[in-house]
């Protein structure tokens, strides 16, 4: 699936992709509404009613992925609701041997997330895998999302790469179009981004299961 010797840099995901999106999908479509509405005196039904509403606003946008944003939103301290938590945070299957194959073969791996920096570094607290990247880029930081064409010109900025020679792994479609559209040229998504939810078979992108189907070799 993957010609390891046409690839300089690697650009993975965090949520989804490296990390189970369980933890995600759980937390906010169904402890952030218990949450909600013992907080704001809502029946259950209420809560999710109003809230699934809110989410599906605005989606791949920076207030979408930002805490703050949410905090403020829904007069609730996300961050400490997430921290406590955060013993769900897992990292998917083969993904810390994949990462250890990558630094080995000494090409460039980035992490590219629109995950707040309060999600990062709750999530790092708890399972730390910053160790095996070149560099770890937050969108909030660069003013736009993955979603945005503004994202991948302020990522060459910030960390030249060449776009012919870059793969990008990612679970989020619009994201994989963003990158296509700019010009990456080796794009993959994740069959199966919450370990709990059934595998996807309608992607547009070519998918795998898990990163032992595309390992790079071990050096000798």
Same mark, same amino acid.
């Given at each position: 699936?993957? %010609? ?46 109003? +809230? ?14 930002? +805490? ?5 939103? +829904? ?26 194959? +990558? ?5 460039? #791996?980035?992490? #590219? ?6 999600? *990062?570094?709750?999530?790092? %607290?708890?399972? %730390? ?7 770890? #880029? ?49 794009? *993959? ?32």
């Amino acid at each position: 699936m993957i %010609d390891w010797n046409s690839i300089d840099t690697v650009l993975l995901d965090m949520d989804g992709t490296l990390l189970d999106l369980h933890f995600d999908n759980y937390f906010w479509m169904q402890h952030v509404p218990e949450v909600y509405a013992r907080t704001h005196g809502l029946s259950p039904e209420d809560s999710i009613e109003q +809230l699934h509403a809110a989410f599906s606003v605005d989606q791949g946008t920076l207030d979408w992925y930002s +805490l703050d944003y949410w905090s403020q939103r +829904l007069n609730l301290d996300i961050p400490a609701i997430k921290r406590e938590l955060r013993h769900m945070v897992d990292v998917r299957p083969y993904a810390v041997e994949f990462l250890t194959r +990558l630094h080995e073969s000494h090409r460039d #791996v980035v992490m #590219v997330t629109n995950a707040h920096r309060k999600t *990062l570094d709750i999530k790092m %607290d708890h399972i %730390d895998i910053t160790g095996w990247f070149d560099r770890v #880029v937050v969108s909030h930081e660069l003013n736009a999302p993955k979603e945005e064409q503004a994202f991948w010109h302020n990522l060459q900025a910030l960390h030249p790469f060449d776009p012919g020679r870059t793969l990008l792994i990612d679970d989020t479609e619009r994201v994989l179009e963003s990158a296509r559209d700019y010009g990456i040229a080796h794009l *993959l998504t994740l069959l199966q981004p919450d370990s709990k939810r059934q595998k996807r078979i309608d992607t547009r992108f070519p998918g795998i299961h898990h990163f032992d189907e595309i390992m790079p070799e071990a050096l000798p």
